[in-house]
Nanobody, 126 residues
Framework: QVQLVESGGGLVQAGGSLRLSCAAS????????MGWFRQVPGKEREFVAR????????NYADSVKGRFTISRDNAKNTVYLQMNSLKPEDTAVYYC???????????????????WGQGTQVTVSS
């Protein structure tokens, strides 16, 4: 009984902004680190951002650093991805992921995460 549901995707012009949300039906949400990945058809899934469960430390892929911000609201069991200065290269399906505290592995690896959402499409036009 764990479910992650992304929302907020859509079509925006280059330079615009978009805010993604991920609602988690996890009993102990505050004990999970949360991450965002993205994937373009025909390519590997790519790490985007992560926020830890303990101290709220954030990590970002170099390609989005300075433009994207990950945050969480434990009271609402929700993680967010604020995307600013969007580029056409940001076009992808964005996935929310959860990693339970104590799980080993680097945060950039898909296998580190226990649960995944179904994804939400983000399209950035030039």
């Amino acid at each position: 009984q764990v479910q992650l549901v992304e929302s907020g995707g859509g079509l925006v012009q280059a330079g615009g902004s978009l805010r993604l949300s991920c609602a988690a039906s996890i009993r102990t949400f505050s004990s999970y680190s949360m991450g965002w990945f993205r994937q373009v058809p025909g390519k590997e899934r790519e790490f985007v951002a992560r926020i830890t469960w303990r101290s709220g430390i954030t990590n970002y892929a170099d390609s989005v650093k300075g433009r994207f911000t990950i945050s969480r609201d434990n009271a609402k069991n929700t993680v967010y991805l604020q995307m600013n200065s969007l580029k056409p290269e940001d076009t992808a399906v964005y996935y929310c992921a959860a990693a339970q505290a104590g799980r080993s592995g680097p945060y950039v690896r898909e296998s580190t995460y226990n649960y995944w959402g179904q994804g939400t499409q983000v399209t950035v036009s030039s």
